[in-house]
């Protein structure tokens, strides 16, 4: 079987978020199902960029769409485990920007998931990809990322 393999960049770590698995998080198997695990991400991603004072519907003038997203599970969580999402961003390439997040769960500190997605901006006048505005990039600057 070939798998993806994920390599979280410790050092470009802009935030970190408390989630709890809710029993409706839980699939047929009795563990947090692929689908509800994007939820959290996307709940964990968020908060990362409103800790910088952005939106991801809103960066600098402009939104963002998921443009690709890769996820590679690597141990069961189930309800009520306590995890910790964290969030990495890459120093921004052209018109997107690579964020990478990791779930672990709090009690053994066990990698659930590591996830990359490429978040590309969008120009909302004309709904074209747009390069990633100097305000965005400056408020990664401002978290250390370079």
């Known amino acids: 079987m070939e798998r993806i393999k994920l390599v979280f960049p410790e050092a470009a770590i802009i ?3 408390a989630l ?3 029993i409706t998080d ?3 198997g ?3 199902g692929h689908d509800a695990l994007v939820s959290l991400l996307h709940e964990a991603r968020v908060a990362a960029l409103a800790s910088l004072d952005l939106v991801e519907w809103d960066l600098g003038g402009c939104a963002s ?3 690709d997203l890769a996820v590679q599970y690597q141990v069961e969580a189930r309800w009520p485990d306590a995890l910790v999402a964290e969030t ?3 120093p921004p390439e052209g018109r997107a920007l690579t964020v990478y997040q990791r779930l672990r769960r709090e009690a053994d500190d066990r990698v659930v998931a590591t996830a990359r997605l490429n978040l590309v901006l969008i120009d909302p ?3 074209r990809p747009a390069a990633v505005p100097a305000s965005v990039r400056d408020a990664l ?3 250390g990322v370079a």
């Open 15 to 17: 935030h970190r978020h």
């Open 20 to 22: 709890t698995v809710r």
């Open 26 to 28: 839980m699939n047929y």
């Open 30 to 32: 009795r563990h947090l």
């Open 65 to 67: 769409v998921v443009a």
């Open 88 to 90: 990495a961003v890459r």
């Open 125 to 127: 006048t004309n709904g």
């Open 141 to 143: 600057v401002r978290a």
